[in-house]
Structure formats: structure tokens, C-alpha cells
């Protein structure tokens, strides 16, 4: 929970690029007056997206993720490199993804719904994402052919069923 009585004594930064940057700090917390280091990943915020087709299904897509060996069903997502830019550079990055990832766009009378901001991993990383839920999208006229294999449409309640718990 933020606020009260934290201070950050030090940091230590051990690694940054342009993703993200690695440090330690060493904080005096409200619960504990001797200060503790702990070693923070913050990485830049990013978005991710549920497209919705027109007969409901949410489209997810299948990429590889080195950290864990594996290629795993996701939603779009992508990080935002223009995070100072407001509310519409966030659409546009959330646009964007999906019509990359996916070969989709918004529907004409699509809509965009921000579902807010969430971290993952609390205690080891700090970055926001940005999810949305989309009324509907489109395949887009000049879709990339490069990732149709790698594209998968579930019904809506069957993804919450599968995915949430």
C-alpha cells in the first residue's frame, strides 16, 4: 500500500537499456525502521489487448517466449515507447499491436474500454499495462500473412473459463 513513512536510503543500478533497467534499493519502511535492500526490474509500461471478433470470439495468438522455452497462447500486447504521450498514443500502441499481431483492426463502430492499469510480479517488477477490452474488430483489408498460422480465436466465456481461476 503506498504512503505512510518510506524512504529510499540508496539505489544502486546494476543494469539499463532502452526495455528496461535493473536496481537496488535499500528502503526504510512504516513497518520497518532498519532499511532492506531489494532488487527491483522496472521495465517500460505496455499494453494488452482482448480483440473481439464479430461473432464474439477473442482472438489470441501464439508467440515464443525465450525466458520459458516455450511458444504459449496470449493476447496482443506490446510495450508503449511513448509512455509521456496521453491517453491516444496508448490507443494508438493498443491499435497497432493487434493490427501487427493479428492481421485485425477496429471495427468501424468499435470501441476501445480501458479495463485500468495493473502490475504483474509486485514484489520483483515495476511496470503498468494497460488492458482493453474491444467491442469488435475487423480482419484488416491488407492483413500480414506472416502470423495467420500463429492465430487462434476462443469463445469469450469459454477464454474466461480456460484462463481465469
Given at each position: 500500500?503506498?504512503?505512510?513513512?518510506?524512504?529510499?536510503?540508496?539505489?544502486?543500478r546494476?543494469f539499463?537499456?532502452?526495455?528496461?533497467?535493473?536496481?537496488?534499493?535499500?528502503?526504510?519502511?512504516?513497518?520497518?525502521?532498519?532499511?532492506?535492500?531489494?532488487?527491483?526490474?522496472?521495465?517500460?509500461?505496455?499494453v494488452v489487448?482482448?480483440?473481439?471478433?464479430?461473432?464474439?470470439?477473442?482472438?489470441?495468438?501464439r508467440?515464443?517466449?525465450?525466458?520459458?522455452?516455450?511458444?504459449?497462447?496470449?493476447?496482443?500486447?506490446?510495450?508503449?515507447?511513448d509512455h509521456?504521450?496521453?491517453?491516444?498514443?496508448?490507443?494508438d500502441?493498443?491499435?497497432?499491436?493487434?493490427?501487427e499481431?493479428t492481421?485485425?483492426?477496429?471495427?468501424?463502430?468499435?470501441?476501445?474500454?480501458?479495463?485500468?492499469?495493473?502490475?504483474?510480479?509486485?514484489?520483483?517488477?515495476m511496470?503498468?499495462?494497460?488492458?482493453?477490452?474491444?467491442?469488435?474488430?475487423?480482419?484488416?483489408?491488407?492483413?500480414?500473412t506472416?502470423?495467420?498460422?500463429?492465430?487462434?480465436?476462443i469463445?469469450?466465456?469459454?477464454?474466461?473459463?480456460?484462463?481465469?481461476?
Amino acid at each position: 500500500m503506498k504512503g505512510g513513512n518510506w524512504k529510499t536510503i540508496s539505489s544502486e543500478r546494476h543494469f539499463a537499456d532502452r526495455n528496461l533497467e535493473v536496481v537496488t534499493d535499500r528502503v526504510q519502511t512504516p513497518a520497518r525502521p532498519d532499511p532492506r535492500a531489494w532488487t527491483i526490474v522496472h521495465r517500460k509500461p505496455a499494453v494488452v489487448i482482448a480483440p473481439m471478433t464479430r461473432d464474439g470470439k477473442i482472438i489470441l495468438i501464439r508467440q515464443e517466449r525465450i525466458p520459458i522455452r516455450q511458444a504459449i497462447w496470449e493476447m496482443p500486447s506490446g510495450q508503449i515507447d511513448d509512455h509521456d504521450g496521453g491517453e491516444d498514443k496508448i490507443k494508438d500502441t493498443a491499435l497497432r499491436e493487434v493490427r501487427e499481431e493479428t492481421g485485425y483492426e477496429l471495427a468501424p463502430n468499435g470501441e476501445l474500454i480501458s479495463l485500468g492499469y495493473f502490475s504483474l510480479h509486485r514484489g520483483l517488477q515495476m511496470s503498468a499495462v494497460i488492458s482493453f477490452w474491444p467491442a469488435q474488430f475487423n480482419p484488416a483489408q491488407r492483413a500480414r500473412t506472416g502470423r495467420k498460422a500463429n492465430r487462434f480465436s476462443i469463445a469469450a466465456d469459454s477464454a474466461a473459463k480456460r484462463f481465469v481461476a
